[in-house]
Every structure is written in structure tokens, then in C-alpha cells.
């Protein structure tokens, strides 16, 4: 199964311990091929280091129409949704942020 791992401010322990099973292709960012079982431990660790950081995992899954799953967890994550079977990320822009139109 193939992981894409993305960790934004997460502990050194995190990316010792993730460095075991992915390759690190750019500061935070991981990817390998592992085992399923590989791919859920992975997660339960991010899910109990969240508190410290933020972390996006997709990996493979052929029950998606897309061929892939998003999950996220942390602070800084945007939240998954599914529209018409397709994973999305949205991002919420602060109510005091209004839209300046010139006139």
C-alpha cells in the first residue's frame, strides 16, 4: 500500500519513529509502500502526537473512487470531506476577514 505522510510542527520522536517505514522526500514529507497493518500504526502514532502538531496521511484504497483515502488530524488540519465520492479539503476563512470590492 502506498503512504504519502505529511507532519507540520511535530515532534522529533514522530519523525524518527516514521523514518523507520517511509522515505523522507521533503521536510515533513514522507512516502513509501508498506503493509496495511504498517500504514494503521503509523496513524494511531500521529493521531496520539497530534496534540504537538499536525498530520495528513493519504495512502491507497480501492474502495474509493478516487483509488485513495485522506485523513488529518491537529490543529493546523483542514478537515476531509466527501462530495459525489470524491475526498476534498476545505479550509474556513475567519468571519473577520470580509471581501474588500473596489468600486
Same mark, same amino acid.
Given at each position: 500500500?502506498?503512504?504519502?505522510?505529511?507532519? *507540520?510542527?511535530a515532534?522529533e520522536?514522530m &519523525?524518527?519513529? %516514521?523514518?523507520?517505514?517511509l522515505? #523522507?522526500?521533503? *521536510?515533513?514529507?514522507?512516502v513509501?509502500?508498506?503493509?496495511? &497493518?504498517v500504514?494503521l500504526?503509523?496513524?494511531e502514532?500521529?493521531?496520539?502526537?497530534?496534540r504537538?502538531?499536525?498530520? *495528513?496521511?493519504?495512502?491507497?484504497d &480501492?474502495? /474509493? #473512487?478516487?483509488?485513495?483515502?485522506?485523513?488529518?488530524?491537529?490543529? /493546523?488540519? &483542514?478537515?476531509?470531506? #466527501?462530495?459525489?465520492?470524491?475526498?476534498?479539503t476545505?479550509?474556513?476563512?475567519?468571519?473577520?476577514? #470580509?471581501? /474588500? %470590492?473596489?468600486?
Amino acid at each position: 500500500m502506498f503512504v504519502v505522510l505529511s507532519m *507540520t510542527s511535530a515532534p522529533e520522536h514522530m &519523525r524518527g519513529y %516514521v523514518s523507520r517505514f517511509l522515505s #523522507e522526500a521533503a *521536510t515533513g514529507l514522507y512516502v513509501g509502500n508498506v503493509s496495511k &497493518r504498517v500504514q494503521l500504526n503509523l496513524w494511531e502514532r500521529c493521531e496520539l502526537a497530534a496534540r504537538d502538531g499536525s498530520f *495528513t496521511m493519504i495512502y491507497s484504497d &480501492r474502495s /474509493q #473512487e478516487q483509488g485513495f483515502s485522506i485523513r488529518s488530524v491537529g490543529a /493546523q488540519s &483542514r478537515p476531509v470531506i #466527501e462530495l459525489d465520492g470524491i475526498a476534498l479539503t476545505y479550509m474556513d476563512v475567519p468571519k473577520n476577514r #470580509e471581501k /474588500q %470590492v473596489s468600486n
